[in-house]
């Protein structure tokens, strides 16, 4: 098998030349294309389910809520682990799925299964799904500051105008706000006032909540012309919510401002942001799976330079973490060491071979090497991190001993039979006396990396 290998090389060397020119093209792209990261994303195919119950706790939520979602899910083809929590108005499940199942077949099952959980849960209870991301997939952070702001409002700049925006960036997953205050028509209703109108709480509830509504209705037609009727009632500003009627007494009116006084206030919340000493609002981007993490922040960077020209004047959107920095330090390092240990090892070629074609011969396997690897780590989806490129790195070592065994073979070859015999069957009969002992130690030193290329398939392929 060797030896006919040998023999069809040697004899349509053009051909091979052609597809070692194919290769080293497909390598190339495969190099430019394949996304680039800091480190490994190793983490479970995981998938998050949370859902809201405001105002409930933490047993109450467990025993209503993330007891059904957790029980039901379990259920699932691939799951291997359902784990939960519960908080103060607040539950969440994480489904942990079998290595190698697809995000998107996992978050497909997770969907269907919702659509029958949701028939178990309180009245006004949702699950959600989390977004299609890894653990590792904050790659961008950043603040919304200006002087003179309040934080409702920096906060009401970020949740409908900045995140909006930055949600359309291709390759985002998801954009989210954190600090500042989200703001809201707060009623300030005094006990007093309800008792002598003989009214409740739900009383107030119910006349707020009918009356922040929009009512369609048909048509009506004069002079050939349609008018379409409809009763407009979105509450737009506080004197709207003031002049709610909440009931009557003796044809009078009675308004939500003559129970107490309506204002605008920040909702409640369990956490902030700070810099430098001062509260702040920010916004975290997260990369969808499988997305180069570099090419996803430049968007990012390139869309918020956009989203400035439309900003409040004072306002200004702050980067504070760009993963972008780490990935070019460690990633850049590594390809440096790569460029210099090829460099080293065609100095000792230079060194110790002194003849330019087998020099030649001997390095030019290097990089074609190093760029078969990345069209291998585009197939199975594995990023370019400082595992990967590193293990390449240790690799380059053992790629040169076969081409220098096989070349300085031929030479003793070409010593012996001088001109006797064509220099083409001077390669052919040294190449096939030294070929199986050369691919069989090939094949055991792939042998010993066998557990490593199996654990990065198992946990870095797609």
């Known amino acids: ?13 053009f051909l091979i030349l052609g597809l070692t020119l194919l290769l080293g093209a497909a390598g190339v792209h495969a ?130 105008y900045v995140r909006y925006q930055l949600n359309s960036v291709p390759g985002v997953a998801e954009v989210a706000s954190i600090g500042g205050f989200v703001r809201q028509y707060q009623i300030d209703v005094d006990p007093n006032r309800l008792a002598s109108y003989g009214l409740t709480i739900r009383d107030v509830v119910e006349a707020v909540q009918m009356s922040n509504n929009n009512v369609g209705g048909k048509v009506l037609e004069q002079g050939g012309i349609e008018y379409i009727v409809r009763g407009v009632g979105l509450i737009h500003d506080v004197a709207d919510v003031e002049r709610i009627v909440v009931t009557a007494r003796g044809g009078t009116p009675v308004y939500v401002s003559n129970l107490g006084r309506v204002g605008l206030g920040p909702e409640f919340r369990r956490g902030a942001l700070e810099k430098d000493g001062a509260e702040v609002v920010g916004g975290v981007v997260t990369m969808r799976y499988g997305e180069s993490a570099p090419e996803i922040i430049e968007r990012v960077r390139d869309k918020l330079a956009e989203l400035s020209k439309g900003l409040p004047a004072g306002v200004k959107i ?12 460690a990633v850049g390092t590594l390809k440096r060491a790569l460029w210099e240990e090829i460099a080293l090892v065609t100095l000792a070629h230079v060194v110790f071979l002194l003849h330019f074609r087998s020099i030649l011969i001997v390095t030019l396997p290097l990089p074609l090497a190093i760029l078969t690897s990345f069209i291998l780590m585009k197939v199975f989806g594995i990023t370019s991190n400082i595992m990967s490129l590193g293990g390449i790195a240790i690799a380059i070592g053992v790629l040169v001993d076969a081409g220098i065994v096989i070349t300085e073979n031929v030479f003793r070859h070409y010593e012996a039979e001088g001109d006797r015999k064509p220099l083409l069957e001077i390669v052919r009969e040294a190449s096939k006396q030294i070929g199986r002992p050369i691919f069989f130690s090939m094949v055991i030193i792939l042998l010993a990396f066998l557990p490593v290329l199996a654990w990065a398939f198992q946990h870095l392929g797609p």
């Open 1 to 13: 098998m060797i030896n006919r290998v040998i023999d069809f090389s040697l004899d349509n060397r």
């Open 31 to 160: 190099l430019r294309t394949n996304p680039v990261d800091a480190i490994p994303d190793i983490s479970e195919t995981q998938i998050i389910v949370f859902a809201d119950w405001p105002g409930r706790s933490p047993q109450e939520v467990e025993d209503q809520v993330t007891y059904p979602m957790a029980v039901t899910l379990q259920g699932l083809s691939g799951v291997r682990a359902v784990r939960s929590s519960s908080a103060f108005g607040f539950s969440m499940i994480n489904v942990i799925f079998e290595d190698g199942t697809d995000l998107y077949f996992a978050r497909t099952r997770i969907l269907e299964r919702l659509s029958l959980v949701g028939t178990l849960l309180p009245k006004g209870v949702t699950p959600v799904l989390g977004p299609d991301a890894t653990a590792v997939g904050q790659v961008f952070w950043y603040t919304v500051e200006g002087q003179g702001q309040d934080l409702g409002t920096l906060r009401a700049l970020q949740d409908f």
């Open 318 to 329: 702050v980067p504070f973490y760009d993963r972008s920095v780490l990935i070019s330090r």
